[in-house]
């Protein structure tokens, strides 16, 4: 069983490093700042464990905060998007951030070509989370 906290802990951190980059859609967000290099060697955001997840989180918000004179508030929207992740993760803790999204925000990787599934708009994004239900 994996660490229940850590799915706080990274919510917490996509939140806060959003606020730095509050323009881009979630999946441009986490493209940019954590899943890079890992898409362009693997194709998917699958497979990284949740322990590499937080420490790029860590890694990203001290360049953003190195770079960026102001952080913004997040929309609404992306709070919506945030608090449904918060709602639905602990139903699988099991599952990795990336597989977690994958299954549930993004569409699984075998129906969406690897390198376009984070492209999708955070309206997008809700909508499929909305769309889950939970026993």
Wanted: aromatic letters at 8%; proline letters at 4%.
């Amino acid at each position: 069983m994996r660490e229940l906290e850590r799915i706080k802990r990274i919510i917490d951190l996509v939140s806060q490093l959003w606020t730095y980059d509050h323009t881009l859609t979630l999946g441009r967000l986490l493209e940019k700042w954590i899943w890079t290099d890992w898409m362009a060697s693997r194709g998917d955001i699958f497979h990284p464990e949740d322990t590499q997840t937080e420490q790029r989180l860590h890694e990203s918000i001290k360049r953003a905060q190195a770079s960026s004179s102001s952080i913004s508030e997040l929309t609404q929207l992306q709070k919506d998007i945030i608090n449904k992740i918060a709602e639905l993760w602990p139903h699988v803790p099991d599952q990795r951030f990336g597989q977690f999204l994958s299954n549930y925000a993004f569409g699984h990787f075998m129906s969406h070509p690897p390198k376009t599934m984070l492209h999708q708009s955070d309206e997008t994004i809700l909508q499929a989370l909305q769309q889950c239900t939970m026993k």
